[in-house]
């Protein structure tokens, strides 16, 4: 009888990688599944049997990675928006005059969030944030908070280097995001009743703060 050959070094090895990513994928999969269902249906209404069908998986194969369904949609926010806000930051952190900064994160803003399924998440924070507080909490740590602060010391920079007159923005940085957050608005209502072109809108709006590109300041 022949003696089966031990496995090599390299064989052993893969089993395990290849675990680790199937894992990964499957992971993935609800993750987007959820996304799915949670922009459909709205929080309340989705029920985990609805996203593991939608994802090919078992209900109890979602537990495997996920306690409940609110940590499912913390976890939606911390992969898609995480990464993104820590981008926004380095940008804002750049040495370089205010409004090809804000230019810069305008422009980040419109290729990975208004274009994407990101923009969705935040539709659904804020639909959703109202009745789930502990959501709205998150959301404002993982997100809000690290942009606002970023946004806000960009701001006071501009201010000390006479790029802008008045430091109201400064103390309120929602003025910056307000018109990116009424494009994602405006992009699920009216849309189809009447296209809003992002970039000129944002354009628009640091013509305002700033003063036109290659005139004068206010």
């Known amino acids: ?13 893969a089993a395990p990688d290849t675990r680790t990513a199937r894992r ?6 609800i993750l987007t599944a959820a996304l799915e269902e949670f922009s459909a249906r709205g929080f309340t209404s989705t029920r985990l049997d609805d996203v593991a069908q939608r994802a090919g998986v078992a209900k109890g194969t979602i537990y495997l990675y996920f306690r409940d369904k609110e940590s499912l949609f913390q976890d939606i926010v911390r992969t898609m928006l995480s990464p993104l806000v ?4 380095s ?13 810069q994160v305008s422009e980040l803003f419109v290729r990975e969030v208004f274009l994407t399924r990101r923009k969705d998440v935040i539709r659904l924070m804020i639909a959703e944030g109202p009745r789930f507080p502990k959501l709205a909490e998150f959301y404002y740590r993982e997100v809000l908070s690290r942009i606002m602060n970023a946004v806000r010391k960009l701001l006071e920079r501009a201010v000390e280097r006479g790029e802008m007159k008045s430091a109201a923005a400064a103390r309120f940085p929602q003025l910056i995001g307000a018109p990116a957050i009424i494009a994602i608005l405006w992009s699920g209502l009216f849309d189809r009743f009447e296209p809003l072109d992002v970039r000129a809108l944002l354009r628009a709006q640091f013509d305002l703060l700033f003063g036109e590109k290659g005139g004068s300041r206010p």
């Open 91 to 103: 940008v804002l952190e750049i040495d370089a005059p205010v409004r090809d900064i804000a230019e």
């Open 24 to 29: 990964a994928e499957k992971r993935e999969a």
């Open 86 to 89: 820590g981008n926004i930051e």
């Open 1 to 13: 009888m022949r003696r089966r050959r031990p496995a090599s070094a390299k064989g052993r090895a």
